[in-house]
């Protein structure tokens, strides 16, 4: 069976899913991607694809800040799932039946839960920030089986979300610290093949089992009454920025209640609620993700970079840092640096 899509007017076949892509003279290269395989951005560069098992597949994208991309696309049918992205300024228009039902705008650490058969439209990317982002996609039945003890437990408003239709979500909430360690774990393994996809399949399945137990089900500490009033929400996500901010100083939660006018029982609670760990987590997982962005440039030492991000005594930071990513600073910092060589040595032959 053949569809022709409202907005492209581009034949397709069941059940595929059709990129088209700007490339470098302005001009759109299709891409067609069959067997329920929903691939973001479908650029093979940037998008790295493993399959966990049957049904789940996991989606690693990496887009540098310098690539401009223009992604138009419709869907006729593919697999639920949703993203964790880490950083990202996307802007998505969602179009179904020939009209645009969305616009969003897909924000840094964020948790999207998507569902788009038969829905069409463009997602841009501009220059100046990179988009970093994991994103898993499994299908209905592998839902079932995996969860089959929980499913009963499905929010009445997400029951839809599950069911064999064509019912349309895109929601976008801040995705938990734990999430979005999980997801720079993934993003940044370094290990060799097997322990490689061993070690993803893990963060993989520990992303997927919480924010099913987090988002989808009832009884959940995301659905329970807040301790905090309307407007203490967005504080805490400001107190985030300014804690990232000052990451070689660590403002205490006295500090942290003075600056949000929250006092510190209701902080340390609401950010537990909010964020899924406690502020001291937080902490630390920004620390970890700063010190390998450092890292990934070469220019600093691995002292260097312990200091910059709070650490007095390196030797904690390196026992943090390899519990964090599996891996030593030193032996992160040491491939960097092969890889820096090598791609001098091929640029100047």
């Given at each position: 069976?053949q569809e022709?899509?409202?907005?492209?007017?581009?034949?397709?076949?069941?059940?595929?899913?059709?990129?088209?892509?700007?490339?470098?003279?302005?001009?759109?290269?299709?891409?067609?991607?069959?067997?329920?395989?929903?691939?973001?951005?479908?650029?093979?560069?940037?998008?790295?694809?493993?399959?966990?098992?049957?049904?789940?597949?996991?989606?690693?994208?990496?887009?540098?800040?310098?690539?401009?991309?223009?992604?138009?696309?419709?869907?006729?049918?593919?697999?639920?799932?949703?993203?964790?992205?880490?950083?990202?300024?996307?802007?998505?228009?969602?179009?179904?039946?020939?009209?645009?039902?969305?616009?969003?705008?897909?924000?840094?650490?964020?948790?999207i839960i998507?569902?788009?058969?038969?829905?069409?439209?463009?997602?841009?990317?501009?220059k100046g920030?990179?988009?970093?982002?994991?994103?898993?996609?499994?299908?209905?039945?592998?839902?079932?089986?995996?969860?089959?003890?929980?499913?009963?437990?499905?929010?009445?408003?997400?029951?839809?979300?599950?069911?064999?239709?064509?019912?349309?979500?895109?929601?976008?909430?801040?995705?938990?610290?734990?999430?979005?360690?999980?997801?720079?774990?993934?993003?940044?393994?370094?290990?060799?093949?097997?322990?490689?996809?061993?070690?993803?399949?893990?963060?993989?399945?520990?992303?997927?089992?919480?924010?099913?137990?987090?988002?989808?089900?009832?009884?959940?500490?995301?659905?329970?009454?807040?301790?905090?009033?309307?407007?203490?929400?967005?504080?805490?996500?400001?107190?985030?920025?300014?804690?990232?901010?000052?990451?070689?100083?660590?403002?205490?939660?006295?500090?942290?209640?003075?600056?949000?006018?929250?006092?510190?029982?209701?902080?340390?609670?609401?950010?537990?609620?909010?964020?899924?760990?406690?502020?001291?987590?937080?902490?630390?997982?920004?620390?970890?993700?700063?010190?390998?962005?450092?890292?990934?440039?070469?220019?600093?030492?691995?002292?260097?970079?312990?200091?910059?991000?709070?650490?007095?005594?390196?030797?904690?930071?390196?026992?943090?840092?390899?519990?964090?990513?599996?891996?030593?600073?030193?032996?992160?910092?040491?491939?960097?640096?092969?890889?820096?060589?090598?791609?001098?040595?091929?640029?100047?032959?």
């Amino acid at each position: 069976m053949q569809e022709t899509f409202p907005v492209m007017n581009i034949v397709t076949e069941k059940d595929v899913a059709v990129y088209r892509l700007r490339n470098s003279a302005g001009e759109y290269d299709s891409i067609n991607v069959s067997n329920h395989i929903f691939r973001m951005f479908g650029l093979s560069k940037y998008v790295e694809q493993l399959q966990i098992q049957s049904g789940l597949y996991v989606y690693i994208i990496d887009i540098p800040s310098e690539v401009e991309m223009v992604m138009e696309y419709d869907v006729s049918e593919c697999p639920i799932g949703f993203g964790i992205t880490l950083e990202s300024d996307l802007i998505s228009f969602f179009h179904k039946n020939g009209k645009e039902i969305m616009t969003e705008n897909k924000k840094s650490n964020s948790l999207i839960i998507s569902k788009s058969n038969n829905t069409s439209g463009r997602t841009i990317k501009t220059k100046g920030k990179p988009t970093q982002a994991v994103s898993i996609a499994f299908d209905r039945n592998f839902a079932r089986v995996h969860f089959k003890d929980e499913m009963h437990l499905v929010r009445e408003d997400m029951l839809d979300y599950f069911g064999d239709n064509d019912s349309f979500y895109e929601i976008s909430v801040p995705a938990s610290p734990l999430m979005l360690g999980a997801a720079r774990s993934i993003l940044g393994c370094s290990l060799a093949s097997p322990k490689r996809e061993l070690f993803i399949k893990s963060k993989v399945f520990e992303i997927l089992s919480s924010v099913f137990s987090d988002f989808f089900l009832t009884g959940c500490e995301q659905i329970k009454k807040s301790v905090l009033q309307p407007g203490e929400v967005d504080k805490l996500r400001d107190l985030c920025g300014y804690i990232t901010e000052h990451l070689d100083t660590p403002p205490s939660i006295s500090e942290l209640a003075r600056l949000s006018g929250i006092n510190d029982f209701k902080l340390k609670a609401g950010f537990k609620e909010v964020f899924g760990v406690t502020v001291y987590g937080f902490i630390q997982t920004e620390r970890m993700a700063k010190a390998k962005m450092m890292l990934e440039t070469g220019e600093y030492s691995v002292s260097e970079i312990a200091w910059t991000v709070g650490y007095t005594n390196v030797s904690h930071f390196i026992k943090a840092f390899k519990k964090h990513f599996n891996v030593t600073p030193g032996q992160m910092l040491f491939h960097v640096k092969s890889d820096i060589t090598q791609s001098r040595i091929r640029y100047s032959v």
